[in-house]
T-cell receptor
Framework: GEDVEQSLFLSVREGDSSVINCTYTDSSSTYLYWYKQEPGAGLQLLTYIFSNMDMKQDQRLTVLLNKKDKHLSLRIADTQTGDSAIYFCAEKEDYNNNDMRFGAGTRLTVKP | DTGVSQDPRHKITKRGQNVTFRCDPISEHNRLYWYRQTLGQGPEFLTYFQNEAQLEKSRLLSDRFSAERPKGSFSTLEIQRTEQGDSAMYLC???????????FGPGTRLTVL
């Protein structure tokens, strides 16, 4: 089946950049998402990228997509303690496909 | 617009009991989704409604699970004869028409003893 994989843990110091990586296997993935989940809270959509894009930047967030390698990354600049959370990568095949597939999540810990 | 809400936030039940969860989507959203998230995993798709019609169900949705969205607004997810393996966070999400983004509620955490 199709898989979305992420490393489970990442620890950075406050002020540093964080890079969270994700790989997926479904070559027909068209839409790729990053969600943030804080303890006891629901999933918060951070950003998404279409498969015909290489990069998308939104304030401190930069998403890079290497479609050839099926690799997606999320870079958080100037990481703050409030960024500590679990980050989920997700992919969706096309507009009409409603089965959004998630990775297991990367727990980001930001140390002061 | 208060976002997607779910009720209850926590539910503890004994094995064999039935439970029902409610989801209220964002008011103008016509699509509603249910997901299940177990500890240490990402959400897994369960089912999807467009207005009141249930258009897609995952293989994860056994016969003990039933979901409804009778008026095309709120939805309920019922689990009959709960098992310990049903313990998970049940997430609801909604989206509008041509939008590609799903907005998630806070989830209902189910614990089956």
């Amino acid at each position: 089946g199709e898989d979305v994989e992420q490393s489970l843990f990442l620890s950075v110091r406050e002020g540093d950049s964080s890079v969270i990586n994700c790989t997926y296997t479904d070559s027909s993935s068209t839409y790729l998402y990053w969600y943030k989940q804080e303890p006891g809270a629901g999933l918060q959509l951070l950003t998404y990228i279409f498969s015909n894009m290489d990069m998308k930047q939104d304030q401190r967030l930069t998403v890079l997509l290497n479609k050839k390698d099926k690799h997606l990354s999320l870079r958080i600049a100037d990481t703050q303690t409030g960024d500590s959370a679990i980050y989920f990568c997700a992919e969706k095949e096309d507009y009409n496909n409603n089965d959004m597939r998630f990775g297991a999540g990367t727990r980001l810990t930001v140390k002061p | 617009d208060t976002g997607v809400s779910q009720d209850p936030r926590h539910k503890i039940t004994k094995r064999g009991q039935n439970v029902t969860f409610r989801c209220d989507p964002i008011s103008e959203h016509n699509r509603l989704y249910w997901y299940r998230q177990t500890l240490g995993q990402g959400p897994e798709f369960l089912t999807y409604f467009q207005n009141e019609a249930q258009l897609e169900k995952s293989r994860l949705l056994s016969d003990r699970f039933s979901a409804e969205r009778p008026k095309g607004s709120f939805s309920t997810l019922e689990i009959q004869r709960t098992e310990q393996g049903d313990s998970a966070m049940y997430l609801c999400a909604s989206s509008q028409g041509t939008s590609l983004t799903q907005y998630f509620g806070p989830g209902t955490r189910l614990t089956v003893l």
